[in-house]
């Protein structure tokens, strides 16, 4: 590259270092998701020569992804305000406090599918909004902010539940409160069935004893799990937002000046990140026909743990929406590949620790020396 003087004498490149080839192997190495990729593999050849082979079956697969997906679309939005330079710590009881004011509207109010729904998406919106003004406006860290929303959401759940069913921290009834929507399969339930009746009539899927498929569908939280991965990933990669979020976490301060709304872009992934625990909530407790006040514990540290694996750098501006798709996928084939073992389940929060550890040290060390990127 050759070099030339300027007007004021220094020495300068002729051609923008931005420009400069680089080998097929660095390019790959650039990739956020590298290290949630490499994970999922060798956690997957981990479990082919010690786990069960039903573990692979569609049925067994089908049981590791519900639970990823529930993960997953907490990751993700964790994962997009991990990148815009912010943490929440409270979507865990947020999980909660959505399955509580959900509940109330359904089976204590008695008010339809769809307006529960809006009314749970407003609580969130709301706590996004509160969570992302008390950030900005006070200076504080969102650390500490959204740590005590955890606890003042898992507080307000517990009361509410004793209140909304008469001393009980659980609420029932949900599913047959929502069984006549014409919204219910969209949130609960298995997508598809006719399409897998099919597969096991000409032989393709297996049949259970009664001649029913031994899988019905596919579960809808993994269709909104893949559909969420996807849209957050062309908003990050294809839009002028998706630039904003990498600026505003890279450095906020000089994306300011040069007219990136920061406060905007903040506040709006605060309330992405509660409304995709509202989602969470409403999925699990369709599923599930109840709620309680420990539903979504600890979800937000794993949330945050699965978006690091996806290459998420906890000082913000890097990170992948699909890397942290991948990373909840390594979660759910543990998480429930373990059952298919002669392995102690309790190796799980293990795995947990040590993951969080490998993944810091392979975005903070190892591809600042390969790439020389930050």
Known sequence: ?????????????????????????????????????????????FFVFTANP??????????????????????IGAALLMIGGEFDLSIGSMVAFAGLVFGTALVVLHLPLSVA??????????????????????????FIVTLAFLFILR???????KWASG?????????????????????????????????????????????APQVPGVPVEILWFIA?????????????????????????WAAQKSGVPVRRVKTTLFVVTALCATLVAILTVLDAGSTD???????????????????????????SAIGAFFGSIVFGMVLIGLTYTSIDQDWYLVFLGGMLLIAV??????????????
């Open 1 to 45: 590259m050759s070099l030339v003087n300027n007007q004021n004498g220094v020495t300068a490149s002729r051609a923008d270092e931005r420009l400069k080839k680089v080998s097929t192997v660095t390019s790959l190495l650039r990739r956020p998701e590298l290290g949630a990729v490499a994970g999922l593999v060798l956690v997957a050849i």
């Open 54 to 75: 039903a573990m692979f079956t569609l049925a067994g697969i089908m049981n590791f992804m519900a639970p990823a997906a529930q993960l997953g679309i907490l990751a």
């Open 117 to 142: 729904i809006l009314i749970s998406m407003a609580f969130a919106v709301c706590i996004g909004v509160t969570n992302a003004q008390i950030t900005i406006r006070t200076g504080l860290p969102s």
């Open 155 to 161: 507080g307000l759940t517990l009361v509410g539940l």
């Open 167 to 211: 001393g009980s921290t659980q609420l029932r009834g949900m599913k047959e409160a929502a069984a006549n929507s014409p919204l219910a399969p969209i949130f609960s339930g298995d997508a598809f069935s006719g399409l897998f009746t099919w597969l096991a009539d000409i032989g393709v899927i297996a049949k259970l004893p009664s001649g």
């Open 228 to 252: 969420i991965a996807l849209g957050a990933t062309w908003l990050l990669l294809r839009t002028r937002f998706g630039n904003w979020i990498f600026a505003a976490g890279g450095d906020a």
């Open 293 to 319: 006040a420990r539903r979504g514990f600890q979800k937000e540290f794993e949330a945050i743990i699965a978006a690091v694996i996806g290459g998420c750098l906890l000082t913000g501006g890097y990170g």
């Open 361 to 374: 040290i392979f975005n903070n060390v190892i591809r600042k020396r390969v790439t020389g990127e930050r």
